[in-house]
């Protein structure tokens, strides 16, 4: 008699090798005899567990064996687990991680084996005339750099990158989200966060897999093209997808796994420290193992003639710890640190609590709560620690391409190069990414295109990061996504190798023919979640800023205006949109002329509530609805 507790864990049929996890053999099945029906070789034996984090579909069947037959005929399954007790059916996709098996005598298990679907056909060829991509990646970098304006700024690759021919700099990017967790989940995946259902680290879900088993992410997307693909650093967030998405969206996982270093914490105040330099002939820093493998994954690529290739490189800095060799610290003297104009929070201008946070990254080496800034001597050196690791990271990028000319791809290849998300530095006393304000969705975004003859340029269409996914592929000469070959939501970005091929014709920071004919590229959208307990974030007490997010900040920007609007939500995200919390409505001074963006005087006051500013506040109610596919009624 089976005790009450009884778990059928079936495990992933895919080699003969013996597999030995935690001392336990496992053995995988493929050869044609052995592959026997799951009722047939049912047998009493020790439970093996699998983690619930890989599973993503949940069932309710009343045997074992619909749950078996149902992993049978879903491709993305490769492992399943029956709950007698529940009749709770979890299918798993990946490699499932087995723990040590359970004591007979603790409760009676049963380990089967299923036939797999039959292995995916070999993708068809890339047309002949696709060109290999390098997509760069950069974590918290904002846009204040010598391309964008900030001549004070040594940035001379990235300005390098912008002044060469065929290269376009957008001024007007967004991302989608401003956490790394769901901007990553978003334009790794080609969809919003509202689709992809990962919104911070208390709404929603851990990663778009979990929505979305069976869609093409991007790198994805050109493998089953016939490219070569693989990745290197901080793309997908670690964890989210699991395991950086392998094996789906990276080729030839034997040779080339993802490569992933930690990232090295400060020796200082117990690891704490948000800054520090070190000497560059004896430390290590992640961000050089992640230039040197990524400059030799790039050489073996473009070694391979057979095929065009895909390889994403992806930098850590200037994410805190902000920590650099001496050498770039040299680059600004302390004394010379200007620190923000604002400092304060301005609880004099109708701003909402929660629109104010607290990054509890600085927090541990630095508190700070929203009544008590920063004194001058604390916010040079965090700047200075930040400016320090952002010239890091361009001189780590100028080595990349650097590579890529060694190898004769100058002219070849598409280059992307791009931010998660933006950054405040004691703007509005505010040092972190977490917010709706312009600073904080505002990301750089450069595209290098073979063959588009036009000068250096730049743009101030209102370009997202969702849209990435669509430009790369249209770049690369490959057919769009067809979501109805997977049943899968289509993307949800626009491609913007229209406006890059239109700018052949146009001169240096001009408004594209095509933009003007589309107004494809008017608005910007992202939104962010937000703790229960925001109205504790004056007092910063009892309050875990990360841990109960309730609220979205919903947030639409044009060229001239940001609209946003924090409304109520679920746990898992779905808003109520009549329940309106607080609205913000500012005047923007930037993207509007050649000007660099003006950080210290734009967003500090919220017009939402004056009432010579009524007509503009409900066409931006009106626009947020249309973009957010919700009701206007439902506002009013």
Not at 267 to 291: M, P, R, Y
Request: aromatic share 12%; hydrophobic share 35%; glycine share 6%.
């Amino acid at each position: 008699q089976m005790a009450n507790v009884v778990v059928v864990v079936a495990v992933a049929i895919i080699s003969l090798i013996a597999q030995r996890t935690e001392g336990i053999a496992i053995e995988r099945i493929s050869t044609e005899n052995e592959m026997l029906q799951c009722s047939s070789t049912l047998t009493n034996k020790s439970c093996f567990v699998i983690n619930g984090t890989d599973f993503y579909k949940n069932l309710t069947v009343k045997s074992y064996m619909p749950c078996c037959t149902s992993c049978q005929s879903d491709p993305m399954c490769n492992g399943w687990q029956f709950r007698f007790e529940t009749n709770e059916c979890k299918l798993v996709h990946g490699f499932p991680k087995i723990k040590k098996p359970v004591h007979p005598s603790q409760t009676q298990c049963t380990v089967g084996t299923f036939v797999p679907p039959p292995p995916p056909m070999p993708p068809a060829p890339p047309p002949g005339t696709a060109k290999s991509v390098l997509y760069i990646l950069v974590d918290d970098l904002r846009t204040e750099m010598t391309p964008y304006g900030h001549s004070f700024m040594q940035t001379p690759n990235l300005a390098k990158f912008a002044n060469s021919s065929n290269t376009v700099l957008f001024r007007q990017a967004h991302c989608n989200s401003q956490m790394c967790v769901p901007t990553r989940n978003s334009f790794m995946s080609g969809r919003r966060p509202d689709t992809t259902r990962v919104f911070n680290d208390g709404i929603g879900l851990k990663s778009f897999r979990d929505v979305g088993a069976n869609w093409t992410a991007l790198p994805q997307y050109f493998k089953e093209k016939g490219y070569f693909t693989t990745g290197v650093g901080k793309t997908f967030h670690p964890n989210s997808p699991p395991n950086f998405d392998q094996p789906m969206s990276w080729t030839n996982l034997t040779d080339f796994p993802y490569y992933y270093p930690k990232p090295i914490p400060c020796s200082g105040d117990n690891g704490k420290a948000v800054w520090c330099i070190e000497d560059n002939k004896t430390a290590v820093f992640e961000d050089l193992q992640i230039l040197q493998e990524g400059q030799r994954r790039l050489k073996l690529a473009a070694a391979d003639t057979t095929r065009p290739f895909f390889v994403a490189v992806g930098f850590h800095k200037p994410h805190t710890p902000y920590r650099a060799p001496q050498e770039f610290y040299d680059l600004y003297p302390l004394d010379d640190i200007v620190t923000a104009e604002h400092p304060d929070f301005p609880t004099d201008q109708n701003l909402t609590g929660l629109s104010w946070f607290s990054c509890l990254a600085e927090g541990a080496q630095y508190p700070i709560n929203h009544s008590m800034s920063y004194n001058k001597s604390v916010q040079q050196l965090l700047r200075r620690a930040y400016y320090a690791s952002v010239s890091f990271t361009d001189h780590n990028i100028g080595q990349l391409l650097n590579t890529v000319d060694e190898l004769g791809l100058t002219d070849k290849l598409v280059i992307a190069f791009h931010a998660d998300h933006g950054y405040q530095l004691g703007e509005r006393n505010i040092w972190c990414k977490e917010t709706c304000f312009n600073l904080a969705t505002h990301v750089p975004l450069m595209i290098r295109t073979p063959g588009v003859h036009h000068p250096p340029s730049s743009t101030y269409a209102m370009a997202e990061l969702v849209d990435i996914y669509p430009t790369l592929v249209e770049l690369a000469g490959l057919p769009p996504l067809d979501p109805t070959h997977k049943n899968e939501p289509p993307l949800e970005g626009t491609s913007l190798a229209p406006l890059i091929y239109s700018l052949q014709e146009e001169g240096e920071g001009k408004i594209s023919k095509f933009e003007v004919a589309n107004g494809s590229f008017a608005y910007a959208l992202s939104q962010y979640g937000r703790a229960r307990c925001y109205s504790d974030y004056f007092s910063n007490k009892n309050c875990d800023q990360r841990g109960q997010g309730h609220f979205i900040g919903y947030s639409i920007r044009s060229a001239g205006v940001r609209y946003t609007r924090w409304v109520n939500v679920t746990i898992s995200g779905d808003p109520f949109w009549d329940q309106v919390i607080a609205e913000e409505l500012y005047e923007e001074t930037d993207g509007v002329s050649p000007d660099p963006d003006d950080y210290d005087t734009s967003e500090m006051t919220n017009f939402a509530y004056h009432p010579d500013k009524a007509s503009t506040l409900e066409l931006y109610r009106v626009l947020l609805s249309q973009h957010f596919n919700f009701s206007i009624a439902q506002i009013n």
